[in-house]
């Protein structure tokens, strides 16, 4: 059985520090994982994406992500948050077949 | 250029009323789903559609009705609409390929007064 813990439901940080969102899965498989990003009454957007190539994944706006095995995690980080970064981030894992589990996402608040 | 578009963006009804949620995609995906997003964020699967072929359906009340005219439209129909139905309802399409994620669309903001 596959699910994702996103092991904090909010995140604040200060404007230019590193933002770190932690995400921990089980899967039966080697699985996908992924990030998305949904602004305010917006959809979800792909931030990236982990297909068992490099470990270490980078995504769109700066953000990047390394599978760790061993640790059944994946976790997103920035170097430094820009005012714009404040969204829902979700974790999502996916297994052999065609379904998708989300975390139940994490609200990141950047402040000025 | 919209690769996931549905419409509508809002949507108020009174209970007790039918509507219909449409979903189109042009990125040639063979799969697509709905998802129910609650107030609290949580995203849950509804539908699968491969094909135009069902292929996953969660536990959800027999007044969500989908449908599928080809694989490149995912419609979703409910009837006698309560309540509890208020929420954002995403359509989303991907390959059958688990590699790929999914593309979503803007998302239906459905109030039921």
């Known amino acids: 059985a596959q699910s994702v813990t996103q092991l904090d439901s909010h995140v604040s940080v200060s404007e230019g520090t590193p933002v770190l969102l932690r995400c921990n899965y089980s899967s039966s498989y080697s699985p996908s994982l992924f990030w998305y990003v949904q602004h305010p009454n917006k959809g979800l957007q792909l931030l990236l994406k982990y297909t068992s190539a490099a470990t270490l994944v980078k995504g769109i706006n700066g953000f990047e992500a390394e599978f760790k095995k061993s640790e059944t995690s994946f976790h997103l980080t920035k170097p430094s948050a820009h005012m714009s970064d404040a969204a829902e981030y979700f974790c999502v894992v996916s297994d052999t077949g065609n379904q998708f589990y989300f975390g139940t996402g994490t609200s990141l608040t950047v402040i000025p | 250029d919209t690769a996931v578009s549905q419409t509508p963006k809002y949507l108020v009804t009174q209970m007790g009323n039918d509507k219909s949620i449409k979903c189109e995609q042009n990125l040639g995906h063979d799969t697509m789903y709905w998802y129910k997003q609650d107030s609290k964020k949580f995203l849950k699967i509804m539908f699968s559609y491969n094909n135009k072929e069902l292929i996953i359906n969660e536990t959800v009340p027999n007044r969500f009705s989908p449908k599928s005219p080809d694989k490149a439209h995912l419609n979703l129909h409910i009837n006698s609409l309560e309540l509890g139905d208020s929420a954002v309802y995403f359509c989303?399409?991907?390959?059958?390929?688990?590699?790929?994620?999914?593309?979503f669309g803007s998302g239906t903001r459905l109030t039921v007064v």
């Open positions: 989303a399409s991907s390959l059958l390929d688990r590699a790929g994620g999914y593309t």
